[in-house]
């Protein structure tokens, strides 16, 4: 790999990055910073790089599925990475209160599976004081529950700021009568003392905002927004 390079734009997310992260030389990388661009598995890789480090990646973008069959990125995607990469930072609006409150903080998250699977390592930053998104895809909402306890057991969601919900894709209920993403999320929302939203426009399946990992930021919960501050 390059040492001069500026940037480490990931193929696709799918398994293994958490084996990488024991082996890593953080200090190294330290030495060159880069930024990382990615999501899903990549999340782990990118919180690791934040504790170890201080230093903040790209989190929505991937080559599949950001790009499109012609190899194209979608729009958003796009628009949204060069802008992160450029440190101008859009505001985000139109998300939908869950708890209402105004918090500021440094934006940090990812995939929600990841970041639970970090729990008990050395990998983990303190999200205390943070403004935490959240995405998952293919999980059903028992288990997205399920890893939302296991973060409020470890002690890792009782100080965030705020709490942003993505996009779950494919998060589907087994039955009528099981709950469902909703459910779940308005569910933490009303435990957690921070303001909440979702419909925030982050995860897969979708043409993805690009959010800048460790940017400041305020969530305004009452009026839907999330302004980013640039570096």
């Not at 782990?44 to 201080?54: V, W």
Request: hydrophobic fraction near 45%; include cysteine.
């Amino acid at each position: 790999m390059r040492s001069d390079a500026s940037v480490i734009l990931c193929a696709r997310g799918g398994y293994g990055t958490t084996r990488l992260l024991d082996a890593l030389d953080f200090a190294e990388f330290a030495n060159r910073p880069k930024w990382v661009v990615g999501f899903s598995d990549i999340t782990a890789l990118q919180l690791a790089i934040l504790k170890h480090t201080g230093i903040g990646s790209a989190s929505g973008f991937l080559l599949y599925p950001s790009l499109d069959e012609c190899g194209i990125a979608r729009p958003r995607a796009g628009e949204s990475l060069w802008q992160t990469l450029g440190g101008d930072f859009q505001p985000v609006r139109s998300l939908k209160c869950l708890r209402p409150g105004r918090a500021q903080g440094p934006l940090v998250g990812g995939c929600l599976s990841m970041i639970t699977a970090l729990v008990g390592t050395p990998h983990l930053p303190d999200l205390s004081g943070t403004l935490l998104f959240l995405e998952d895809v293919g999980e059903r909402p028992y288990r997205i529950d399920r890893m939302l306890q296991q973060l409020w057991s470890a002690g890792v969601l009782q100080d965030v700021a705020g709490l942003i919900a993505g996009h779950f894709a494919g998060c589907h209920a087994r039955g009528a009568l099981d709950a469902t993403v909703p459910d779940v999320l308005a569910h933490w929302a009303s435990r957690v003392n921070c303001p909440a939203v979702t419909g925030l426009p982050y995860g897969h399946d979708i043409d993805s905002l690009v959010l800048p990992i460790g940017v400041p930021a305020t969530l305004d919960a009452d009026a839907g927004t999330l302004d980013l501050y640039p570096v």
